[in-house]
């Protein structure tokens, strides 16, 4: 059900409120909450027998990575539904783009893969890939939508440095 997001450049023309009221904003919130009941229902079931027959070491990457997805789509999910209060109306666009509404945890959720993930259940490796795709295009999202003229970490990085280097010095 994965999709590809629009153009960055016709995405940061919306606003947050013509966002919640587009056909990318519904699919990408069924997808999310569909992901997080499948989720839980494979860790829930099926996936905690798999996760008993794994040796010590193998469990181990289970659970770390069982919680990295859990963490990706309550992320996802909060993010989503922060989105659905505003096209609601029971939120403004101004309090949804606070930071405490932003997403999260990003360097749990796009931290690299650890080594024997390949070796997990089938189910969970589909999972892994499926919430970190969702959560990659929400960060997407998150920044185009609420970082609008700010500039990129690095560019910010750039200035700093120029301006400690020549301080407020103005051209003669």
């Given amino acids: 059900m994965s999709f590809e997001l629009q153009d960055d450049d016709v995405l940061r023309t919306m606003s947050l409120s013509s966002f919640t009221a587009s056909a990318l904003f519904e699919r990408t919130f069924d997808e999310g909450m569909a992901l997080v009941e499948e989720c839980a229902r494979y860790l829930d079931g099926r996936g905690r027998d798999e996760s008993r027959e794994l040796p010590r070491k193998a469990a181990l990457v289970y659970a770390g990575e069982s919680m990295r997805i859990t963490t990706r789509l309550m992320q996802a999910a909060s993010w989503l539904l922060i989105q659905r209060a505003v096209q609601e109306g029971d939120m403004t666009a101004e309090d949804a783009s606070s930071e405490r509404y932003r997403l999260g945890a990003r360097e749990i959720c796009m931290a690299k893969r650890v080594e024997g993930v390949d070796a997990m259940p089938s189910k ?46 103005k051209p003669e």
């Avoid at 939508?145 to 010095?169: M, N, R, S, W, Y």
């Fill in 124 to 169: 969970l490796v589909e999972l892994l890939e499926r919430s970190e795709s969702l959560y990659r295009r929400i960060a997407r999202l998150d920044d185009i939508l609420f970082k609008k003229g700010e500039p990129e970490e690095g560019v910010k990085t750039h200035f700093a440095i120029l301006e400690a280097a020549f301080g407020d010095a």
